[in-house]
């Protein structure tokens, strides 16, 4: 029951949350779980906070979650807000803390004995990774031989997560700054137009067109249109 260094690299370098999903499938797998959940909560107290989730749950389960609102009594989310500590789960933890309803309902689904590791930072501020088996509860042996490996992992996906969604809001914040001429422009330069044939399909100047040409090599740090083209196309800001 171990993880290999190529799974935790695979983590790290994921480029999409696919790649990410894929990447947690199988370190989740060489860990012998189930099933798998890795939530955060980004920017809380913001008015704007966000949730990123990769689930390895029963989609079925997760819809009866939501349905129910059990995160209101979910005794593993109350834990990861309030401590760093993994946490193995119980019967006595969701009886005391009234979520009998929920460990009845989740057993239903092969959620029956599991680990959650709270995950905090200063950017990803609040989430958690829990895996779960469709097993009795886990012994104390197991559990010792789990919590190492799964700190690991969560660690692992944690940063992958961050630096995934880092990439993606730099992505968004280029795309706010480029204006709807400047990937007109930019889009028939990708086309291999000339700044005349540009300016004669926009109905400007060559000049202007030069002028929004330069913008966007200036926003996005380039010196050459054929780079301005490669990286906004590779940053999604224009298409083919």
């Known amino acids: 029951m171990s993880i290999s260094m190529t799974e935790l ?3 790290l370098e994921a480029n999409t949350v696919a790649d990410l999903y894929a990447g947690a499938k199988a370190a989740s797998g060489s860990l012998e779980v189930d ?3 890795y939530g955060i ?11 990123f989730v ?4 029963p989609n079925s389960w997760r819809q009866l979650y939501e349905r129910e609102r ?5 005794p593993t989310v109350a834990h990861a807000v309030s401590s760093t500590l993994p946490l193995v789960w119980s019967e006595p933890l969701f009886v005391e803390s009234g979520a ?9 689904f092969g959620l029956r004995s599991g680990m959650t590791i709270p995950l905090h930072s200063s950017n990803l501020q609040v989430g958690l990774m829990s895996f779960v088996r469709d097993t009795p509860r ?12 799964a700190q690991l992992f969560a660690t692992y996906l944690h940063e992958g997560a961050r630096r995934l ?4 809001e730099q992505v968004q914040k280029i795309t706010c700054r480029l204006t709807p001429r400047e990937r007109e422009c930019l889009t028939w330069v990708a086309a291999g137009k000339s700044s005349w044939d540009i300016g004669k399909i926009a109905a400007l100047s060559e000049r202007t067109v030069n002028f929004h040409i330069g913008n966007v090599m200036k926003k996005l740090n380039v010196t050459s249109r054929s780079q301005a083209v490669a990286r906004a196309l590779a940053g999604g800001l224009i298409q083919m």
């Open 9 to 11: 690299t695979a983590l």
């Open 35 to 37: 099933h798998f959940i």
């Open 41 to 51: 909560r980004l920017n809380p107290g913001s008015g704007e906070g966000r949730e």
């Open 54 to 57: 990769l689930s390895g749950y």
């Open 70 to 74: 059990y995160v209101a009594i979910d």
């Open 100 to 108: 009998s309803a929920l460990m009845e309902d989740a057993r239903q």
């Open 138 to 149: 886990m012994s104390q042996l197991e559990s010792s031989q789990l919590m190492g490996q």
């Open 165 to 168: 969604l880092e990439r993606r």
